[in-house]
């Protein structure tokens, strides 16, 4: 990898399954660049740009860790549960997402951002 993209993009034009869930961020390695995406207008939105950072730091630990993007896409296709899927204990990115959590949610803090998000 020699390059990150982060940007913001409307929710319709995520991958799948990520077009589905409101709000959500998605990374994806594109040759030699990681691609960041967070669904919204634009990074200038506190919210897109802390689900932006979350996926940010998602993939920097999955990759570092041996979690594969096709892993992450594979569970996330086929996940039925409630909630998000990296919450879910049989992910195989749950460890990596949560820290992700950790960070954005004390990042929304900092920005005075009371009330943001939630974590299970």
């Known amino acids: ?3 990150i993209v ?3 993009v409307p929710q319709g034009s995520m991958r799948p399954p990520y077009d589905k869930i409101e ?3 998605d990374w994806l390695l594109d040759g030699a660049t990681l691609v960041i995406r967070g669904s919204g ?3 200038d939105d506190p919210e897109t740009l802390l689900v932006a950072i979350h996926e940010l730091i ?6 570092a860790r041996g ?3 096709q892993a992450v896409d594979a569970f996330d296709a086929a996940y039925e549960g409630d ?5 879910d ?3 195989p990115y749950r460890r990596e997402h949560r820290f992700a959590m950790i960070v954005e949610m004390m990042l929304a803090h900092e920005l005075g951002l009371d009330g943001y998000g939630e974590m299970r």
Do not use: F, K, Y
């Open 41 to 43: 207008d634009n990074l």
């Open 58 to 63: 998602e993939a920097t630990l999955c990759r």
């Open 23 to 25: 709000g959500g961020g």
């Open 6 to 8: 982060i940007e913001a």
């Open 67 to 69: 979690v594969t993007q």
């Open 83 to 87: 909630g998000e899927p990296g919450d």
């Open 89 to 91: 204990p049989a992910s």
């Open 1 to 3: 990898m020699n390059r």
